[in-house]
T-cell receptor, first 111, second 117 residues
Framework: GENVEQHPSTLSVQEGDSAVIKCTYS??????FPWYKQELGKGPQLIIDIRSNVGEKKDQRIAVTLNKTAKHFSLHITETQPEDSAVYFC??????????FGPGTRLSVLP | GAVVSQHPSWVICKSGTSVKIECRSLDFQATTMFWYRQFPKQSLMLMATSNEGSKATYEQGVEKDKFLINHASLTLSTLTVTSAHPEDSSFYIC?????????????FGPGTRLLVL
């Protein structure tokens, strides 16, 4: 079955710097890759997603890139702000099957 | 974006009692809803998948008689933790798939924190 790894597990950046979180997956049939942000005590919030027919997607300060050959995808956050501090989860999904989540990355943006 | 609500947001109960958690999709019809459990500093663990009008599908290791799931309508799913014990204390999160939208996308509720004394 699908296995998703996520690195790093914790990440600290200075406000204004960029943050990059990388996920790798094992099942080449995965074709949907969402990213969720979870603040303390709250449910995960979808922030961006990408499908296998696209290599990159951007939404303001957030971007996701996908390399299907290497089976990895990354979340890029530019001009980080303190409110970006949270736990970020990636997931890999085969159409019609359950989400497989990565273990999460705790991002801290230092003022 | 799509909104999913959960009620209650937190609950404290005595060991041996049952607790019901509601999950509602507010602005879309959810043909499929999911229930997750999350322990501190860990990822989301899928407990079960429910489809409107049919029995839930439970993940391996999840006791279906202990975690009762009902998906009676396209906007409501409930999770009942029966005879709760301290080890059931956790953060329970539901999600819903928009039946009229992109098939894969799941929207999560805010979660319910359960503490069993």
């Amino acid at each position: 079955g699908e296995n998703v790894e996520q690195h790093p597990s914790t990440l600290s950046v200075q406000e204004g710097d960029s943050a990059v979180i990388k996920c790798t997956y094992s099942d080449s049939a995965s074709n949907y890759f969402p990213w969720y942000k979870q603040e303390l005590g709250k449910g995960p919030q979808l922030i961006i997603d990408i499908r296998s027919n696209v290599g990159e997607k951007k939404d303001q300060r957030i971007a996701v890139t996908l390399n299907k050959t290497a089976k990895h995808f990354s979340l890029h956050i530019t001009e980080t702000q303190p409110e970006d501090s949270a736990v970020y989860f990636c997931a890999a999904v085969v159409y019609g099957q359950n989400f497989v989540f990565g273990p999460g990355t705790r991002l801290s943006v230092l003022p | 974006g799509a909104v999913v609500s959960q009620h209650p947001s937190w609950v404290i109960c005595k060991s041996g009692t049952s607790v019901k958690i509601e999950c509602r999709s507010l602005d879309f019809q959810a043909t499929t809803m999911f229930w997750y459990r999350q322990f501190p500093k860990q990822s989301l663990m899928l407990m079960a998948t429910s489809n409107e009008g049919s029995k839930a599908t439970y993940e391996q290791g999840v006791e279906k008689d202990k975690f009762l799931i009902n998906h009676a309508s396209l906007t409501l799913s409930t999770l009942t933790v029966t005879s709760a014990h301290p080890e059931d204390s956790s953060f329970y999160i539901c999600s819903a798939r928009d039946g009229g939208g992109v098939q894969e996308t799941q929207y999560f509720g805010p979660g319910t924190r359960l503490l069993v004394l």
